[in-house]
Every structure is written in structure tokens, then in C-alpha cells.
């Protein structure tokens, strides 16, 4: 069975960092296009960042850009998001997600984790 696990969620305050990590049951998912994706409470999925198959493009959304940062670590199937920074508004369901290609369409992704909680109180 194939299974996205996310870690490293927590409760923080503002300006703190934390690293989340997303573990893949089967080599084949950290050798495609993965992405984390977030979910407020009453509010719509939205995407965070994604990474190539390769490590090597980066793609992220313009709330975060410049704090967080996306990686992958293929010989570890883990895929990272580092999160400096972080204010009240990153406060949601953080979803890592692959796919066969890496963009900001959620519907390109076709496993999903189950999340973990970030919150970030001021």
C-alpha cells in the first residue's frame, strides 16, 4: 500500500521555525514531483511548494516565498518543508502530496498524507 507520512508539526509562536518531513512508502514517490499543500480550518486547500523529481526546481507559493523552503532527500524517500518565520497565518493541515509532475494544480497529485498540524499563535 502506498503511504505518505507527514511529521514535525507543533504548536509555536510567531517568528519560530519548524521542519516538517514527509516520509514515502515506495522509492517510486520520492523519484516523482512532490509538493506540501495546507488547509486552514473553513478555508480551501492551498499550495505551499513543490519540488521536481530531480530536487533540482523549486516552485513556491508568493505567501511563502523567501521563509520556507522545499527539499527532498531521495536516498531517505523524505521530503522536507523548512519554515522560518512563521506567523500566524501559516497556522493549518500541512499535506505532502506526489504526483507525476511538480506544479501548484492539487489535482496533479495523485497520493496524499493524511497532515499534520502547524499552529502559530502571536
Known amino acids: 500500500q502506498v503511504q505518505l507520512v507527514e511529521s514535525g508539526g507543533g504548536s509555536v509562536q510567531a517568528g519560530d521555525s519548524l521542519r516538517l518531513s514527509c516520509v514515502a512508502s515506495r522509492r517510486t514517490l520520492i523519484e516523482s514531483g512532490m509538493a506540501w499543500f495546507r488547509q486552514a480550518p473553513g478555508k480551501q486547500r492551498k499550495f505551499v511548494a513543490a519540488?521536481?523529481?530531480?530536487?533540482?526546481?523549486?516552485y513556491y507559493a508568493d505567501s511563502v516565498k523567501g521563509r520556507f523552503t522545499v527539499s527532498k532527500d531521495n536516498a531517505k524517500n523524505t521530503l522536507y518543508l523548512q519554515m522560518d518565520a512563521l506567523t500566524p497565518e501559516d497556522t493549518a493541515s500541512y499535506y505532502c502530496?506526489?504526483?507525476?509532475?511538480?506544479?501548484?494544480?492539487?489535482?496533479?497529485?495523485?497520493?496524499w498524507g493524511l497532515g499534520t498540524q502547524v499552529t502559530v499563535s502571536s
Open positions: 502530496a506526489a504526483g507525476p509532475n511538480s506544479n501548484d494544480y492539487d489535482g496533479t497529485y495523485t497520493y
Open positions: 519540488v521536481s523529481w530531480s530536487g533540482g526546481s523549486t
